[in-house]
Every structure is written in structure tokens, then in C-alpha cells.
């Protein structure tokens, strides 16, 4: 653990310690903008500040370091602000690497949900629009996305919207008309135009949002201008599809599709692009869950609940296990993934060290982190039946033993790094903020 300071006055650098070629701030901006050298290249940096030389330090956020060197933005009083950073390093380097991201992540909040019923129905009343959200009843939600402008987005499946939390707290119906339907494709106002039953979605660049609208064979694109279209139809209802994953470009699409809206798996993932439409890439998964693509690699990362795995495919359609025995029991907290039992695992996202989030259907309800070593690690305990927003408030892994999820769908990495999770049955988003609790 190592810190840089610098001291300002209304923006204005004063003093900037000296560290040569070890970690410490490079440059400040009237602006607030501050750059730093000699950051790990897989760890987290944090930018504290306070208003007087000798007061109480503040967490003002945290940004995860992939390079030596970095910027990030400080918040300026109208009098002095003295800043200084933390760095910590959260490669496998360190014996210390998960105990350092764990201390990098906050509070556990909910953000939208009442948990009153578990209803395989739609629970959408005309007075939640504009309510706050946590006094919603949400309709068995799949997938959730923090956006770059703070929002959260909900794709609530059997109310067949896409709803939006703002930072303020409040939700709103950002695409559907909460009527399951479909009364054609756009251009139009998300808010005009039907869904049916939405089961995945994906968050690209820029905000916009994907979404998969399954009984109506299309996936949709929303602008944050809030308007959508269809960027293709597939040919058949993608019925249980929940798998979702749009390359920045738009030049290639992965998607999941099987069964009905309400019982069969989805055992197919196809692909399409924009001169050879959709085609079939393997039949043989057992029941889709998340996936996410590397665009680096071409590589594909797909959670298959039925086989109690979490593979690597290829470019060359070869399929890897990375996490996940095939059973259901073994290994656990601390041991190689490969050699652990998970019940069910519904999605796979990625941090930047590398390092990867799965998630348990039930019995299993936990949340699991992946380092990049292999090694695996219980993020959350998590429960079948409702926690009732248990740990609201307190940082996320206090009490580690005790249950705080319950059927989680999706575990998914924000812009600014907090984690958007979704506990579809009784209906809650929940948030990790990405912003340690204590200097």
C-alpha cells in the first residue's frame, strides 16, 4: 500500500510530494483532472481528499489501473482541497490480491425492488412510473447495466420493459409499453413500441443498450436519445434466450435461443452479422446463461447452467472449460475453479486484472469471484429464499457466512466499476459500490 499526495487550493497545486519513479501524482488541472506514474498495472487506485492539511480524509472514488500511468477527476471545494491517493495491487502477485479487491468494494444498496412476491407474472402498475424505485415490485428481472451517466437499467422480463433507475433514485419505463406485443420495429420512441418478454440485453459503447426481446425473435437497439430499432429479426421465437453480447462495432452479434418463454433451456448460440445474417454456431450447450465476448481475441465466455460450467469457445468453435467440475459439489473457497462444483451458473463478466464474476442459480445463490489464476473465491453467500435487502448499507463483506442474494441472475461490472447485481424470483437490483469504506 502505498500513497502520493498532493495539496491544492482552489484548484491551484501548492505542494506535490516527491516520489521520482515511484507511485505519485504527475500533474493537477484547474479542472480538478489529476494524473498519476508508477501505478501497479493490475491494481486499484483511490483518490482521497480533505480540507485542510491535518483533517479527516474522504474516499472520493476509486479507478482500477491497467498501465503505470492514469488519470482521474477530484472534486474541488471553494476552498482548499488537499488530495492524496491510495494504490493497491490486486494482481496474483501479491498474497494479498483479493483481500485488497475486496477492500476496494463498499457499501451493498438496493437500488430498485420490494421483494413482495415471487410471481412468475407481470407486477407492473401504472403508478411506479416516476416512484421511487425501491418501492417498485419488479417482474422477475434478468439482467441489469450501470450506464456512464449513472442510471441503472433493468431489463424486466414479464413486465416487457426495460425500466431506468436515475441517479436520484427514481424509475421510469425506458423502452416497452408494459403491454407484450409487438407493433413493429422503429425508428421510434422506446416507450411506443412493444417488447415481449425481454430475457437479456447487453450495454455497449456509448450508452446504447441491446436488448434481447425474445418472443418477438428481434434484438433491439436503444440510443440514449431513447430511441429504438431492430437490428435483426432471427428466425424463430428465441423462448428461454437470455445469452447477449454485441461487439462495440455492431459487426457481430452472439445470442442464445431454445425452448418457450416459460419452460424448455436454451440450448442453441448463434451468431450474426450484417452480410451473412444468422447462423448457427452449437446446439449442444445444456441451459445458457450470461456470456461476454473478448474483442481482443475473438474469443466467446459462455455460462452453461445445465452443465454446471463456465467455458471458453474459440474462434475455431473450441469449447474450454474455465471454471466449474461438472458437478455440483466439490473444491470451494480457495480452491482451483476447475476443480469446484457450481450449482447452476447464470453469467460470466470480467473485471480489468482479469479476474471474473459468476453467479448461482438456486440452491447455490452465491456470487463467485474467478482470480486470474483460476483460483475461486465466495464474493457473496446467498440463500433460496428472500434476504429482504439483507446488508443494506454495510460494506458487502461483512458477515461474509451470512446469506445476502437470493437466486441472482447477473453480476455486471459499471463504467465507473460498481456491480450491478440481479435477483430475478423476488425482484431486487442491488449495487456494490466500487468505492472503498475507509481511508
Known amino acids: 500500500m502505498k500513497r502520493g499526495v498532493l495539496l491544492g487550493s482552489c484548484a491551484c497545486l501548492l505542494f506535490q510530494a516527491a516520489f521520482s519513479a515511484q507511485f505519485g501524482i504527475s500533474s493537477q488541472g484547474r479542472d480538478g483532472r489529476i494524473t498519476w506514474a508508477g501505478a ?18 474522504s474516499v472520493q472514488r476509486n479507478y482500477f489501473t491497467t498501465n503505470a500511468a492514469g488519470a482521474g477527476r477530484v472534486e474541488l471545494s471553494s476552498g482548499n482541497t488537499f488530495v492524496r491517493l491510495l494504490m493497491v495491487d490486486i494482481s496474483t502477485n501479491t498474497p494479498r490480491h483479493y483481500t485488497n479487491l ?27 412510473e416516476g416512484e421511487w424505485a425501491t418501492n417498485v415490485c419488479l417482474s422477475r428481472p434478468h439482467i441489469s447495466f450501470g450506464d456512464s451517466r449513472g442510471n441503472v437499467l ?10 431506468i433507475v436515475t441517479p436520484a433514485g427514481r424509475l421510469h419505463t425506458y423502452a416497452g409499453t408494459h403491454i407484450a406485443g409487438d407493433n ?4 421510434a420512441y422506446a416507450t411506443n413500441l412493444h417488447l415481449n418478454n425481454p430475457n437479456g440485453g ?50 457481430l452479434v452472439y445470442f442464445g435461443s431454445g425452448g418457450t418463454a416459460t419452460s424448455g433451456a436454451a440450448t442453441n448460440l448463434y451468431r450474426w452479422t450484417p452480410t451473412g445474417g444468422v447462423t448457427l454456431v452449437r446446439n449442444d450447450f445444456k441451459e445458457l446463461g450470461n456470456i461476454v465476448g473478448d474483442e481482443r481475441t475473438g474469443d466467446l465466455y459462455v455460462s452453461d447452467r445445465g452443465a454446471n460450467r463456465v467455458y471458453r469457445l474459440s474462434t475455431n468453435n473450441v469449447l474450454t472449460p474455465i471454471a466449474g467440475n461438472g458437478t455440483t459439489s466439490g473444491g470451494g473457497e480457495g480452491a ?13 463478466a470480467f473485471l480489468p486484472n482479469g479476474g471474473w464474476f459468476t453467479c448461482e442459480h438456486d440452491p447455490g445463490n452465491r456470487i463467485w469471484y474467478i482470480d486470474p489464476a483460476g483460483i475461486i473465491h465466495r464474493w457473496i453467500n446467498g440463500a433460496k429464499t428472500n434476504a429482504f435487502r439483507v446488508g443494506d448499507g454495510e460494506w ?9 442474494v437470493s437466486r441472482v441472475r447477473a453480476v455486471i461490472p459499471g463504467p465507473a466499476g460498481n456491480l450491478i447485481i440481479t435477483e430475478s424470483n423476488y425482484g431486487y437490483v442491488r449495487r456494490i459500490r466500487f468505492q472503498r469504506m475507509a481511508p
Open 396 to 404: 458487502f463483506y461483512a458477515n461474509p457466512d451470512l446469506p445476502k
Open 40 to 57: 501497479y498495472t493490475n491494481g486499484v487506485v483511490t483518490i482521497e481528499t480533505a480540507d485542510r492539511l491535518g483533517g479527516e480524509w
Open 336 to 348: 482451483p475453479a476447475l476443480e469446484t462444483g457450481l450449482i447452476a451458473p447464470r453469467c460470466v
Open 102 to 128: 475486496l477492500e476496494s468494494y463498499g457499501i451493498l444498496e438496493t437500488v430498485a425492488g420490494r421483494g413482495l412476491s415471487n410471481v412468475d407474472t407481470s407486477q407492473w402498475l401504472p403508478q411506479y
Open 154 to 163: 433493468i431489463v424486466d422480463q414479464r413486465s416487457s420493459s426495460v425500466l
Open 202 to 251: 447487453w450495454l455497449g459503447t456509448n450508452d446504447v443498450l441491446y436488448v434481447l426481446d425474445t418472443e418477438n425473435a428481434k434484438v433491439r437497439k436503444i440510443t440514449p436519445e431513447g430511441i429504438m430499432t431492430t437490428m435483426f429479426t432471427a428466425p424463430n421465437p428465441m423462448g428461454d434466450g437470455r445469452a447477449l453480447w454485441v461487439k462495440s462495432d455492431e459487426s
Open 184 to 187: 413493429g420495429d422503429g425508428p
